[in-house]
């Protein structure tokens, strides 16, 4: 799956908005599924992107929940590293009331882009970038885990150990300096961070 969730809607801590995703497969070619239940199969259609053939558009969206006139959606800007070709997104977090942190990645696969993208015109900035080359797929999908001034996070990223290859660990960040710093390194894998005591 695409998303680290089995669900594509994410409340602010204080309730007051709520981001979403949308999914247009409309441009997408339909492929059709034998179904097999009685004598003669059935066929099912279902829109399935090939290669080099249309993926479908997801956009991810904010609404604001305390206004007491109708909510008016708006879409949250890609960064420009992806927004001109095939992308998608596969994690979102919500950082503080106004800031949404969300993992792009190009349709390739290969690079990956950490943002955090802020009211009120919902512009992602890049905080932390991953391109693998043409040959790997870029490993960062998952948000990072921020502290509670929404400024300084951790999160898991590759790194280059010189002997023996490359191993994923910690690296801290910040909103402002816009560059990482590996916290771990060695020739051992991070696969997870359980909790951070800020």
């Not at 919500?94 to 950490?114: F, L, M, P, Y």
């Not at 790194?159 to 191993?167: A, F, H, V």
């Amino acid at each position: 799956y695409i998303l680290h969730s089995v669900s594509a809607v994410w409340a602010s801590s204080d309730g007051t908005r709520l981001c979403y995703a949308t999914f247009n497969d409309s441009g997408v070619r339909e492929a059709r599924i034998p179904i097999y239940t009685d004598k003669y199969a059935t066929y099912n259609p279902i829109r399935y992107p090939k290669v080099d053939t249309a993926n479908p558009t997801a956009t991810l969206w904010v609404v604001e929940l305390d206004h007491s006139s109708p909510p008016s959606p708006q879409d949250l800007k890609p960064p420009t590293r992806v927004k001109d070709q095939d992308h998608y997104f596969t994690g979102v977090a919500w950082v503080e009331a106004d800031t949404v942190a969300v993992v792009w990645r190009n349709r390739a696969q290969n690079v990956s882009v950490v943002t955090a993208c802020t009211a009120p015109m919902w512009f992602c900035d890049e905080l932390f970038v991953e391109e693998s080359g043409p040959q790997r797929w870029a490993t960062v999908e998952e948000t990072p885990l921020f502290a509670l001034n929404g400024t300084v996070f951790v999160g898991i990223a590759p790194l280059l150990d010189s002997t023996s290859g490359t191993y994923p660990h910690i690296h801290q960040g910040s909103t402002e300096a816009r560059h990482t710093i590996p916290v771990t390194f060695g020739s051992y894998s991070v696969f997870s961070i359980v909790g951070w005591d800020t």
